[in-house]
């Protein structure tokens, strides 16, 4: 074997209430990486498509080298290899993309060596790739996109990962309007300091999500979508964003918040019958603020990264 192929898939992170211990995957996108011998040592990224051009080859920039690279350092090893890199996802969306990279690299590069890793053990090394993608090594979007379903980080010193139960019949529909948000912004437009009160309100939340995905309470997880420690100071830099969700409610979504650090917005439902409601809901008033916006749909995706391709 001199070759793989792998595909990581699109998260949403935070989910609400869980700032960045909470995220799922959607099987509606993704980033593809092929990963090749080389016949001299060091990393190299070879092409990247569907960027526009827009993303950096240096090995210390981009985040499927950074992964590679804090995964060889780990292991000790001088190789060779070679990059290919094919976005499926907007960049700066808030669906993961910097994140879809890496765990794809993750996951090619792993199978190329001969799996000396687990796929759980792969994390620490995505997430040193987010730190250098948006300046801090959160793991709400890395842990779904390679392990696929709901995932909690319990805690990050030591990283303690738990997947969650899914729900038969949750969706998820994405609303992407038409303009970028770096995580690093809509990082700092965030407070160091949380009240008593909004940490108990944040608590609760947190806890009826995860109960309500496992007693599959729709009517819980809907009720839990709510953010009063991130969404209020972000909801700032996305237009239209109280309109939307008042619409999407309406419309027959369990609730709606921001996607990551958006400016996409997530709406989850039972079942898909209300999707196309929600979309025209939201579309109606993406219009009227004269912002284009692009909707997806999808169930939540629970298998999370794998190998397309080993030759
Ligand atoms: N392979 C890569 N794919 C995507 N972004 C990359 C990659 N390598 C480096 N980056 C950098 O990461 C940044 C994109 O990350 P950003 O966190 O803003 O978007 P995102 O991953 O879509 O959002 P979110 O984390 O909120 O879901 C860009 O500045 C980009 O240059
Ligand atoms: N938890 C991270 C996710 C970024 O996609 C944040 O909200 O900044």
Do not use: W
């Not at 392990?147 to 899914?166: C, M, N, Q, S, T």
Request: charged fraction near 20%; include cysteine; charge should be negative.
């Amino acid at each position: 074997m001199n070759s793989v192929k792998a595909f990581a898939p699109a998260t949403v992170a935070n989910v609400s209430c869980g700032f960045d211990i909470l995220g799922f995957a959607i099987d509606a996108m993704g980033d593809q990486v092929e990963v090749r011998d080389r016949n001299q040592p060091g990393l190299v990224v070879v092409s990247i498509e569907g960027d526009e051009g827009r993303l950096p080859y240096e090995v210390e920039k981009n985040t499927c080298a950074v992964a590679i690279q804090a995964m060889l350092d780990e292991l000790g090893k001088e190789v060779g290899l070679e990059i290919y890199l094919k976005k499926g996802l907007p960049l700066g969306s808030g669906m993961g993309s910097s994140a879809a990279s890496a765990v794809a690299a993750l996951v090619a590069a792993n199978r190329l060596l001969g799996e000396p890793f687990e796929k759980k053990q792969l994390l620490p090394f995505a997430m040193q790739a987010e730190k250098v993608a948006c300046g801090a090594g959160h793991a709400d979007n890395v842990a779904p996109s390679l392990l696929g379903g709901f995932v909690l980080i319990r805690d990050y010193h030591p990283l303690d990962v738990i997947k969650l139960h899914v729900p038969e019949g949750l969706f998820c529909t994405l609303l992407h309007p038409h303009f970028e948000l770096k995580t690093a912004d809509s990082r700092s437009v965030l407070r160091d300091t949380v009240s008593l009160k909004h940490s108990t309100i944040q608590s609760g939340n947190v806890a009826g999500l995860v109960a309500g995905l496992f007693q599959e309470d729709f009517d819980l997880i809907g009720r839990s979508l709510r953010d009063v420690i991130a969404e209020p100071y972000r909801a700032t830099l996305i237009p239209g964003f109280y309109e939307v969700k008042e619409a999407v409610k309406s419309a027959g979504a369990l609730g709606m918040g921001i996607s990551g650090s958006g400016p996409t917005l997530f709406a989850l439902s039972k079942g898909k019958e209300t999707v196309q409601t929600i979309i025209d809901a939201a579309q109606q008033v993406y219009d009227s603020i004269g912002l284009g916006v692009d909707a997806y749909h999808s169930a939540i995706n629970t298998q999370g990264a794998f190998v397309i391709e080993e030759n």
